[in-house]
């Protein structure tokens, strides 16, 4: 199933930013230093295992549980 990367992705941002636009880019840029591009990402882009597991740890660093 693709897109699970994009699905962390957002959640991850919607969680920390509660729909405030400066968080959004703050989250996207701490998401970035942290090796993960958003802007890379879609939702047919395919499922990298690898990808999906930094996503997790950074999500715990943040303190975020995911639904994925």
Known sequence: MAGKIKKAIDEIILQRSKGNPTLVLTTKTKLSIKGIDVE???????????????????ANEFGLKLTL
């Open 40 to 58: 890379l990402y879609r939702n047919d882009s395919p499922d990298d295992p690898e990808v999906l597991e930094k996503i997790n740890r950074i």
